[in-house]
């Protein structure tokens, strides 16, 4: 008879670890999480700044891509201009799935201070967006901040994408549309 | 709150008067005799209609015809051999004209010369580009903006504004939100025209708030899941939450509370 028993649900001891597939795909997915290198105004700046060697973007697994082919995250930083904003939508349509978006700044988000003709007001009219991040311009440390809270949003979704519900585009008569 | 202003015609009519300002004035003065601007006078000619003396800068006014004749004895004459800003000002209102000018530079005696001319609406001025090559891009900024046109320039294209936009930006019957082409022009372009209804007329008000809309906003008292169907007066006695940041973390307050 056995002396103890052994509980096969705890790792205590045994070299296995019991998980589902769904949190083994988003583990994978979401610790790997290459953005776009995309600058589009000043908030670049900051992107930059958090890519670099004192903010150090690597150790979160997130490292920039030149192309869309390679990327999974597009970080809009900056002001989209209304001449710009059909690139920025090809750039996205060119990214594989699964994809994620951050609107960086408050230019990206709302359009900003720059409420004229020429600027695009909120990327979300043409992009869905994961996560919207506030500041003009948001420090590195807030635009990590924005990383991790898309890793928990990637966590918590489901591992197969068509599941997994773009943002709608809301409008004010309440029609929505899936623009993914 | 601030009292409420209807911003409709805001683009017509200026909001802010102030009762003290007084225009402020640039002191001209005439050109001496026997300066160096006298010899640059002489070199023109009579092309030159009017001219003064504005902050140590010569100040000349010329036809629109002579302004390809005008460039050429400045340069080649009288050395000024750079074109430092060249753009037009929107007086269509008041006279239906505008007002070019260009700012040239002699960097050999350290002189500046501003040269204006006035263009009626609709008619086209020379290009200076054979001379002056930073006017390829300045000539193109002012067709894009103010919709002056320029005759023999190599590239006449918009610079700044998409090749298909409608209007042009610096004209001051521009609204600054732009037209109704403006403000569906990246809808139309990636989605269609068709998408319009859709994705909804582009939001100006910073300040807006829709309570219908649970997706954006939360009442307090009025609290609500994230999504859900708006409901006219349901008050609610708990604060509903539930964003994985907001942990009010009842357990371990509880346990100071014991503690005490
Ligand atoms: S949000 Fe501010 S910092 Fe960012 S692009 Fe706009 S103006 Fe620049």
């Known amino acids: 008879m056995a002396q103890h028993q052994v ?44 890519g670099a060697s004192r903010y150090d973007f690597d150790r979160m697994g ?29 750039l996205y349509d060119q990214m ?13 988000n709302t359009g900003g201070m720059f409420n004229t003709y020429a600027t695009v007001q909120g990327v979300d009219r043409i992009i869905p967006v994961d996560i919207y991040l506030p500041g003009c311009a948001p420090r590195p440390e807030t635009l990590q901040y924005a990383m991790m809270m898309l890793q928990k949003k990637i966590r918590r979704e489901s591992a ?21 | 709150m601030r009292k409420y202003i209807p911003k409709d015609n805001v683009q017509k009519k200026a909001y802010y008067t102030d009762r003290y300002h007084v225009v402020p004035t640039v002191p001209q003065s005439k050109v001496d005799e026997g300066s160096y601007f006298a010899g640059v006078l002489n070199a023109l000619g ?21 302004n390809f004749k005008v460039m050429k004895t400045l340069k080649e004459t009288c050395g000024y051999t ?60 002012m067709f894009d903006m103010f919709g002056i046109k320029v005759n023999n320039h190599p ?43 859709i994705i909804g007329p582009e939001n100006r008000d910073p300040a807006k708030i829709d309570i219908e809309d649970t997706k954006r906003f939360s009442r307090v008292g009025y609290e609500v899941p994230f999504g859900a169907e ?12 539930e964003t994985a940041l907001v942990n009010y973390n009842k357990k371990t307050s509880k346990q100071l509370d014991e503690r005490r």
């Open chain 1, 160 to 180: 197969d994408m068509k599941k997994n519900t773009k943002q709608d585009l809301t409008t004010q008569t309440g029609k929505r549309a899936r623009l993914i």
């Open chain 1, 62 to 90: 997130t490292i920039f891509r030149a192309s869309p082919r390679q990327a999974d995250v597009m970080i809009l930083a900056g002001t989209l201009s209304k001449k710009h904003s059909e690139f920025a939508r090809r």
């Open chain 2, 82 to 141: 750079q074109c430092s800003e060249q753009s037009a000002v929107d007086y269509l209102a008041k006279d239906n004209e505008f007002e070019l000018f260009w700012q040239l530079l002699n960097v050999g005696v350290a002189k500046r010369v501003r040269v204006h001319c006035r263009l009626a609406n609709g008619a086209a001025i020379e290009s200076i580009e054979p001379l002056f090559k930073s006017a390829n891009f300045a000539e193109r900024e």
């Open chain 2, 230 to 241: 708006y409901n006219a007066e349901e008050e609610t006695d708990i604060e509903y939450s």
């Open chain 1, 96 to 108: 594989t799935e699964p994809k994620w978006v951050i609107s960086m700044g408050s230019c990206a």
């Open chain 2, 155 to 197: 590239f006449l294209k918009r610079i700044l504004m998409p090749d298909d936009w409608e209007g042009h930006p610096l004209l001051k019957t521009y609204p600054l939100h732009g037209d109704e082409f403006a403000s569906w022009y990246e809808v139309d372009k990636i989605f269609g025209k068709e998408y319009r209804d």
């Open chain 2, 46 to 66: 009579n092309t030159v209609t009017e001219s003064s003396v504005q902050l140590g800068q010569l100040v000349i006014h010329i036809a629109p015809e002579d």
């Open chain 1, 7 to 50: 509980n096969y649900a705890s790792s205590a001891g045994l070299p296995i670890a019991l998980t589902s597939v769904d949190k083994l795909v988003n583990w994978g997915r979401s610790n790997s999480l290459w953005p776009l290198t995309y600058g589009l105004a000043c908030c670049a700046i900051e992107m930059m700044a958090s």
